[in-house]
């Protein structure tokens, strides 16, 4: 990533891939995509892959009391995020406060108010690098905030404001079912929606956030399907995360939803997003729970594992 900001927006990047989905040729080097290695192996890669696993490090160096690592590997997340141009990877990694916050010693007032320190002093320093550093101010103006550009209708984000125009537009035609992703009729070789394509008019490819197009897509039956399975499957992950003060597993799937704010994808086979599914299945073998006090103790029978207040007959001798 360092590499390509500062010596070469190619280096190790699938040009051909990225010049397709972006059109990114003309593209400045403050708006230029710059996804590196996640280029190869898919464009989503950076915040579904490379973000989740960076919250369970974070996580496991905090709760090994390795601050400064911890803190090393937030600054680290921040700058892939930044220097990528990616809106919903910076806002798939937002989550790192809450990560940053959590704490075994819940009842000790000077750890609580250090985790505060550490975090306001992480981002007054952002902010500080973003309106003194040239670079990332320009960053900050021509492509996350897009303030350069003038009017809203000129810039990206404007997309997203369409989308909800589009989807109050067109959801009422198919409410139940959806419209279907692709359209297959005579003449319709797998294309959308003709009315949707009429009412974006080029302004936007899609409905361009996630979480109205699943419903305009599938409609109240499959996007309920959905969203059921998203609230169950979070629900357990926070519950079991915050018995073993592991909450990387919850921050990490839910970079899903949150990313959908800007892009389009309901897919969970992506490395990271299935680690918080394993950790979470598996938090007993690397992880205690915290008592109140901030002392570590093993978990209990219902936590699905047997108390050590529990003992066991001897096995039979068969001499």
């Not at 035609?173 to 003709?194: Q, V």
Request: net charge positive; aromatic share 16%.
């Amino acid at each position: 990533m360092m590499m390509q900001q500062f010596y070469d927006r190619d280096f190790l990047q699938n040009k051909k891939g990225l010049e397709t989905l972006f059109e990114q040729s003309y593209l400045s080097q403050a708006e230029f995509r710059m996804l590196s290695i996640y280029s190869w192996s898919g464009l989503l890669d950076l915040m579904f892959y490379f973000v989740p696993i960076t919250f369970f490090v974070i996580n496991y160096k905090l709760n090994h009391n390795k601050v400064f690592q911890a803190l090393l590997y937030t600054a680290i997340l921040i700058v892939v995020c930044v220097f990528s141009k990616s809106r919903s990877s910076m806002i798939a990694a937002a989550p790192v406060i809450f990560i940053l916050q959590n704490s075994y010693q819940k009842k000790n007032i000077s750890a609580y108010y250090n985790r505060m320190v550490i975090i306001t002093t992480l981002l007054f320093t952002t902010y500080i690098a973003f309106t003194n550093i040239p670079m990332l101010t320009k960053i900050l103006d021509d492509r996350i905030l897009e303030t350069s550009k003038g009017e809203l209708e000129n810039r990206t984000m404007n997309t997203r404001l369409i989308a909800f125009e589009a989807f109050a537009k067109c959801f009422p035609d198919a409410p139940l079912l959806g419209a279907g992703n692709t359209k297959y009729a005579s003449g319709g070789i797998g294309r959308w929606n003709f009315k949707l394509d009429t009412f974006l008019a080029g302004r936007s490819a899609q409905i361009h956030v996630g979480l109205i197009d699943l419903f305009y897509l599938y409609g109240l039956v499959g996007g309920s399907f959905f969203a059921i399975f998203s609230v169950i499957t979070l629900r357990k992950l926070y519950r079991k995360s915050k018995i073993y003060n592991f909450r990387a597993v919850f921050w990490g799937l839910m970079a899903l939803p949150i990313a959908n704010f800007g892009i389009v994808s309901f897919n969970v086979m992506s490395a990271g997003l299935l680690l918080s599914f394993v950790l979470c299945k598996n938090l007993d073998v690397f992880c205690e729970i915290p008592d109140a006090a901030g002392k570590k103790k093993l978990p209990t029978e219902k936590d699905g594992l047997p108390s050590e207040s529990i003992s066991y007959p001897a096995p039979t001798s068969w001499g």
